[in-house]
């Protein structure tokens, strides 16, 4: 018989599953209270939140979503991560804690309506942040134009030299 303290658990993991962009699922075991605290903090920085919750509430809450083909990674005590905007910060967040500490695991994520397994996960720490990669966009687009201008002021530029020169050789 559910209790309503279950119930509001339920409630409250569909509720941030819909508010957030992604979803990475950890195993704690080895982090001290007060390591917990720092990497809630950091999550906090990162824009995430973490909460602690059994895998069979958070496994019915995901019942029927998007998201459901991750409750068959769920098992152990896991924390689970729910990104508000960017995702791949929130994994270098992470992983920066795992090499700190050595205390969490990154078991699985779900991003855009896809599972990833553990080693897919470790790899989203490694992608660029958005603002990088629309940087990077735009320092893609803007080189073959600069190349263009440049090519074309140097041909502006010789025509304008042969014009001084002949103009030079008629005055003499």
């Known amino acids: ?34 390591a917990i605290t720092d990497l809630r903090m950091k999550l906090r ?15 019915l809450a995901i019942a029927g979503t998007a998201a459901e083909p991750l409750a068959a990674r769920l098992t152990g005590p896991n924390a689970f991560v729910f990104c508000r905007a960017d ?27 896809v599972v990833y397994d553990q080693r897919q996960t470790a790899a989203l720490a ?9 940087s990077q966009l735009v320092g893609a687009l803007e080189s073959p134009v600069s190349g263009l201008v440049f090519t074309l002021q140097g041909i502006i530029n010789e025509f304008v030299y042969t014009l001084d020169d002949v103009a030079e050789k008629k005055a003499a």
Request: charge should be neutral.
């Open 1 to 34: 018989m559910p209790t309503p303290k279950k119930e509001s658990i339920v409630a409250d993991v569909q509720q941030r599953m819909q508010e957030a962009s992604g979803l990475v699922v950890i195993s704690f075991t080895g982090l001290s209270v007060p």
């Open 45 to 59: 920085q990162a824009d995430a939140a973490m909460m602690v919750a059994k895998n069979r509430l958070v496994k």
């Open 87 to 113: 995702v791949p910060p929130v994994v270098k967040a992470l992983a920066d804690v795992q090499k700190e500490t050595g205390g969490i695991e990154l078991q699985a994520s779900f991003l855009d309506g």
């Open 126 to 134: 490694t992608v660029p942040s958005r603002p990088e990669l629309l």
